[in-house]
């Protein structure tokens, strides 16, 4: 069984934003709901922030209806019909990569894609107002055969994803190599890795 990890090589980052517009076109998210995160910092370097799809993960444990688990493939999800917005999950995280999803958009009147997502039908794109979202990897795009929008929508190559048991995998390489994860001491054990 595959398990994915994705490496994140910070000398490559430009900031540019390609990852998160790509992320935010792809999944519809709503009106100030980011699944990826990419912010300067001091030292003029690039912190790329996204869920860390934990093997340990405290979101899963903390919440009391079971709409976030780990599925067969070590990816952490959430049914949006069984969560209730309590947020628990939300303070669970020490990577703060969820967020709950606000009751309405930025103005009185919808914009263009908040109308259109109202009538979408794929599952990735369905976003309830008051529940939980964060990254699950596109998930639908994984399944078929297909990277992260973000990894393919990468222009310098920094975003690298792949089944981190695979000796052969880049991604299996670079972490044998020594990309890191975030929060190590944590316990969480990190599926996301930077060099």
């Not at 300067?40 to 209806?65: F, G, R, Y």
């Amino acid at each position: 069984m595959s398990k994915y990890a994705m490496v994140i090589k910070t000398n490559l980052c430009t900031g540019c934003q390609t990852c998160s517009v790509a992320c935010k076109m792809e999944n519809l998210t709503l009106p100030g709901c980011s699944r990826t995160i990419v912010r300067e910092q001091l030292d003029a370097k690039w912190e790329v922030k996204t869920c860390m799809q934990c093997d340990n993960p405290p979101c899963v444990s903390i919440c009391p209806t079971k709409a976030t688990w780990k599925n067969d493939i070590g990816i952490i999800v959430i049914d949006q019909d069984k969560c209730i917005g309590c947020g628990k999950c939300v303070s669970a995280c020490p990577y703060q990569a969820r967020h709950i999803n606000p009751k309405s958009g930025y103005f009185k009147k919808r914009l263009p894609f908040e109308e259109v997502s109202l009538k979408i039908k794929e599952n990735h794109r369905i976003h309830k107002p008051t529940k939980v979202d964060k990254c699950d990897f596109c998930l639908h795009r994984i399944s078929n055969n297909k990277l992260p929008m973000c990894v393919e929508a990468c222009p310098t190559g920094a975003r690298i994803f792949g089944d981190m048991e695979n000796s052969q995998s880049e991604v299996s390489k670079l972490i044998t190599k020594g990309a890191t994860p975030s929060k190590p001491e944590l316990g969480t054990k990190p599926k996301v890795f930077y060099i």
